[in-house]
């Protein structure tokens, strides 16, 4: 087995660079539009523009390619001209771990030194990418240790979709050209998931999804993108409109007393008001279900009464309930749920109508695991200053 905690590395060929050090753009993250008109900025000429985009976008996002100079249906002069204002660029994979039940968790590095973590988990027959959004979060959820962490910026739509490209540079994914091509799609899913909410950061987040979701390259469908939120409610119909994925909600309680407490964003949009702009989602983005999140906290939110809440609550809405186990963490000021009470509260939510899935815990022996997530850096940062509050310092 490869080793849990070496750094992957690749071979990046250097691109001799004719402009100031960090003045060449990122084609990583732009869409089509935005893209030709980085390419007309560079001096194509606008008739060339569209077929260029398409040769462009085949050799990033399809083959995965990162060098110019390999771009061979690209006249060689027009290959330099590239390299000259342009670079493909992913961020940097710091570390990678890899658990006992086969997902592995990335610590990435991105612009400014920051760290964030992405994480790939395999399952029968797919493989589902859970990506980063922001450094830190601002909702401080308290049940999260995502949530224990500052927020420090919102990552470029580029910091997005590098984070599918890395998965796939690592899994092996990018097929050869001339070669069969390999049906196979070990990274088939992609869920926000990760450090941030997503919604905070919204036109990148959508920027990101509309080369992921393009059809002439990775080539992910609105079905097989999962965004969750914990309930910024102006933005959700945006999502429908401008992106149409599927919607997951982090809702973890079923009176705003609770959710007051669990989710703090509760306290600017609560319950009733969030559920008013869920009724509307399915409709305006053709959607097939909300999926519901729910962490199973023990003695706070796995009651019978809690469960028949819940379906009163989301009556009318087409949903499915996802049940996660807490996933604990040092210092976490909860604990899980019972197995035997978890099967109790699915049970009633079964029966009244609605799919209720348990998520099974994947990647704990990692930090990996829902609500688990924080980058390495902060969490030596913390340390060290608990160490010095400790010792009065």
């Known amino acids: 087995m490869t080793d849990a905690t070496a750094p992957i590395t690749q071979d990046v060929i250097t691109i001799p660079r004719k402009l100031p050090e960090g003045s060449r753009t990122n084609l990583v993250g732009l869409t089509r539009e935005q893209l030709r008109d980085a390419l007309i900025g560079a001096g194509t000429p606008e008739k ?55 997902t592995r968790k990335y610590l990435v590095r991105i612009a400014g030194g920051h760290e964030v973590e992405t994480v790939y988990i395999p399952e029968e027959g797919r493989g589902t990418l859970c990506i980063s959004s922001q450094v830190g979060c601002t909702l401080t959820c308290s049940f999260c240790h995502t949530g224990t962490q500052k927020l420090v910026r919102n990552l470029t739509a580029g910091e997005i979709v590098g984070q599918v490209m890395l998965a796939r540079d690592d899994l092996g994914e990018w097929p050869v050209p001339g070669e069969p091509k390999d049906e196979t799609r070990l990274v088939s899913n992609v869920v926000l998931m990760g450090m941030g909410e997503p919604l905070y950061n919204f036109e990148n987040v959508r920027d990101a999804m509309k080369v992921v979701m393009d059809n002439e390259g990775l080539t992910l469908s609105r079905r097989r993108i999962t965004l969750s939120t914990s309930g910024v409610v102006p933005e959700i119909a945006r999502t429908a409109e401008e992106i149409g994925c599927l919607l997951a909600v982090s809702f973890h309680a079923t009176t705003d007393e609770v959710r007051d407490k669990l989710v703090p964003i509760n306290k600017r949009w609560n319950i009733k008001t969030l559920l008013d702009a869920l009724r509307e989602y399915p409709r305006l983005s053709n959607s097939e279900r909300i999926t519901f999140e729910y962490v199973m906290l023990k003695g706070v939110n796995d009651s019978d009464a809690d469960a028949k809440r819940l379906v009163k609550l989301i009556a009318g809405i087409p949903a499915k309930i996802n049940l996660i186990p807490f996933n604990e963490w040092p210092g976490a000021p909860y604990e899980r749920s019972d197995w035997e009470r978890i099967e109790a509260f699915a049970d009633i939510v079964y029966k009244a109508g609605y799919a209720s899935p348990i998520r099974t815990p994947r990647g704990e022996d990692i930090m990996a695991a829902c609500g688990q997530l924080k980058s390495a850096t902060e969490r030596a940062r913390k340390s060290r200053a608990e160490i010095a509050a400790e010792a009065g310092l």
């Open 48 to 102: 060339q523009a569209k077929m260029r985009v398409g040769q462009i976008w085949q050799w990033i996002y399809h083959f995965g390619l990162r060098d110019f100079a390999a771009m061979t249906n690209l006249a060689k002069d027009y290959r330099a001209l590239l390299a000259e204002h342009f670079t493909i660029e992913v961020p940097e994979v710091v570390s990678r771990q890899i658990s006992a039940d086969g």
